[in-house]
């Protein structure tokens, strides 16, 4: 069951560019960076409200948001939903036949376990669903 709007994922160029205008212009809590190895990719949390904004810069060329800013610039990548449980929610979907990106939890960010779906499924959005560590 899907419990709130855990972040919404932007793709940006470089965090040391784009950090100063979400927590000086915008005034949100900047939480820090951390990289996650198994996406390839460094992020920047910044909390707002109950959510957070999560700013990703590709840590390697074949990073999936490295072919995402080649393809589209910078933008909005995904939106991520926090669950109780994420093993059940994805073999539930697996179930119905909703086309999984992951079909197992992987890490994410602040010991999370994270799971995509398909954006050709979604109405066009990358969709992540997040058993959350924070
Ligand atoms: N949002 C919406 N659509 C997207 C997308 C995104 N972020 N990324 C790709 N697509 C679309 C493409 O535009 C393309 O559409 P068309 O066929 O209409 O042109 C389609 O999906 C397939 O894209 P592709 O570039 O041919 O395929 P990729 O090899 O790039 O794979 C995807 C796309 C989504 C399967 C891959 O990026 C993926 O597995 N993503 C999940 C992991 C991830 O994004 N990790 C980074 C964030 C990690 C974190 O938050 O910690």
Known sequence: M????NHIGI???????SIPFYRDQLGMTFEGTEIVEEQKVKVAFFLVGESRI????ATAEDSPVAKF?????EGIHHMAYEV???SA???RLKADGVRLIDETPRKGAHNSLIAF???KVTGGVLTEICQCGH
């Not at 793709?11 to 560019?17: F, H, Y």
């Open 117 to 119: 779906l398909h954006p």
């Open 89 to 91: 929610t994805l073999a």
């Open 69 to 73: 800013l080649a393809k589209n610039g």
């Open 11 to 17: 793709a940006v160029n470089s965090l040391d560019s």
């Open 2 to 5: 899907l419990t709130k709007i």
């Open 54 to 57: 999560e700013l990703l810069e």
């Open 84 to 86: 109780d449980d994420i």
